[in-house]
């Protein structure tokens, strides 16, 4: 009687068991699938999914470059103005057609004011940034923090980036009693490092002459995710909500603890001893004054309240992506220049020309007068277009013009800045290195909308003339001193499948350098 009744309560306990795990498989099941049928509903052309990765598999899993992917995404649909796509269980719609691109960031800004990042201080150093804030925020902060990047305030940072680079040049001297070639990419990138601690923040880092300082360092991991971070990267397109509830850290919390510390002591020491600077830093500073001490504008609810982490944020993008994004584009047109050695002799001798009409200085009026270096650096921006994918997300319903299709509101948005510069359709042989694309007459020619390295419209990236500023000066002095060469190391094609979700050369840019003989 009682092996009868343990052998009914064993098969009970089965039961419920194989009936829980179906329960349970069933839920995992429709969390995965339910979002898989809006684009076959709405008749967009889309990539049929996998459960629970969507497209987005072999990316997750580190198989496939996110370069790789969303190009993958692109070519599958060369005659749509727009497809679908699904990062694991969220739908995306890709915007393909450039007059639509333009629309959305221009014309029709208002329907797509937010790059749609779910986020929160808590989890993410920077989602108080102007990268990351939405809407009303975005507006006020943008409003703030725009005057810190005038062409006027930018004149005070020239002695400043000088200085970094007669370091850098020492350094290159130093390298070539060496050897004739050395890498770039870490040389580089320590020099950009310099350029916007000391020009933005009035910090002297010194990382061109002592390496890896900790600054570069912890710049570097929050560029390159480690498999911690992808995780957290896939879980919030799984499941947003559920990343931010289980307080999920979006960057490694060494690297964040770091520019915390440092930027809040930064302010609060230019504050306290009345230190005043003509630099970005002022500007915050100042927005810190009107926003978080004395609430300027309208009366914040307690959610909307502005706080230091609303300032520390900004201070902290500006530094990590000023210093990585330009490093990464000098290496880049240095390369190009090094195997285009006419495109260098053209650009050298424009230097050359500007530098001897301004009595020999280096200074504003000589930057104005460099026409081929903006051609040559528009170029490099089109072919390595670093920051690969622009996102957006629609703030109410939105008619495609021409169609029946609406962009409901809350929908995520990616813009292929990378896969359009590349595409044959807008420049043809895409592949080679060509400044003439920029010229004056074809730059007329040109439709808008297929030229986006640092985005359009009202969310035009707030750093675009510093970053043109520094690139110019440190070019113009390297191709004033030295002859650019490809060397025995040099990859050709280069791997630009570097680390993390932005366009960087994977395994270093290897060059030679020739002293030019001077009388």
Known sequence: MISEMWCSTIELFSSVNLLCMAVFLSIVYYLTMSTYDKWSKLNVPYVKPVPLFGNSMKMVLKMEHPLDFFGRIYNQFPDAKLCGFYQMTTPFLMIRDPELINAMMVKDFSYFTDHGFDTDPSVNLMASSLFMLNGDRWRTMRQKLSPGFTSGK??????????????????????????????LRELIGNFSTDVIGMSAFGLKLDTIKNGNTDFRMFGKKIFQADYKQLFVQAMLLF?????????????????????????RDVLEYRDKNNVVRNDVTQTLIQARKDLVKNNDGDEPTSEDKWTEM???GNAVLMFVAGAETVSITICFCLYQLALNKDIQDRLREEIVMAKAKNGGELNNDFLINLHYMNMVLEEISRKYAITMIIFRRATKNYQVPGTSLVIEKGQKI????????NDPKYYPDPDTFDPERFSTEEKA????????PFGDGPRLCIGKRLAELEMK???SKILLKYEVFPCEKTEIPLNIRGPGS??????????????IATN
């Open 154 to 183: 930018l004149k005070d940072t020239h002695d400043q980036i000088k200085v970094c680079i007669d370091q850098l040049m020492n350094v290159f001297e130093e390298n070539l009693k060496v050897s004739d070639h050395f890498e």
């Open 239 to 263: 499941s947003p909500k559920l990343a931010l509830a289980l307080k999920l850290k979006q960057f490694p919390e060494d690297a964040a603890n770091f520019y915390e510390s440092m930027f």
């Open 310 to 312: 609303d300032i520390i």
């Open 414 to 421: 990616t813009i292929p800045v990378y896969s359009i510069h």
């Open 445 to 452: 020619k040109r439709r808008n909308g297929t030229y986006l």
């Open 473 to 475: 000066l440190v070019l």
């Open 502 to 515: 932005i366009v960087s050369p994977k395994n270093g840019i290897w060059l030679s350098f020739k002293p």
